[in-house]
């Protein structure tokens, strides 16, 4: 048995906000529960809901910019950049911007639905 795993076809995560997720590793594409590694790109004027995450994630932004609310705080991110924000901490993510925003996510332990929290849009 090999020592490491090469990702060729990540898992797609469907959506409906023209956001692309390609997850590479984690409980979507091979069962991982302790991280996920995620590539994404948001389109122009995306936005999520505000969430508190039951995990770490970790931001690196590979072209564009993107904004991110903590707790009330306004930071904005262009490419070269990254940012950590520890789990238990309100956030809203979002690209209120005219291009794509292309980015990485990492998060630890994996991403799960079920320890996102997210707040109704209002």
């Known amino acids: 048995m090999k020592s490491y795993k090469i990702q060729k076809s990540p898992f797609v995560v469907p959506t409906d906000d023209g956001k692309l997720i390609e997850e590479h590793f984690g409980l979507a594409s091979d069962g991982n529960s302790t991280i996920s590694i995620a590539h994404m790109v948001a389109p122009p004027r995306w936005s999520e809901p505000f969430q508190t995450p039951e995990f770490d994630e970790y931001t690196y932004i590979i072209k564009g910019k993107k904004q991110f609310i903590i707790e009330n705080e306004k930071i904005i991110l262009e490419s070269g950049q990254s940012i950590k924000i520890n789990k238990n901490t309100r956030v809203q993510y979002s690209n209120p911007f005219d291009t794509p925003c292309e980015y ?13 929290n997210r707040e109704s849009k209002k």
């Open 104 to 116: 990485l996510a990492i998060c630890n332990p994996a991403f799960s639905i079920n320890l996102v």
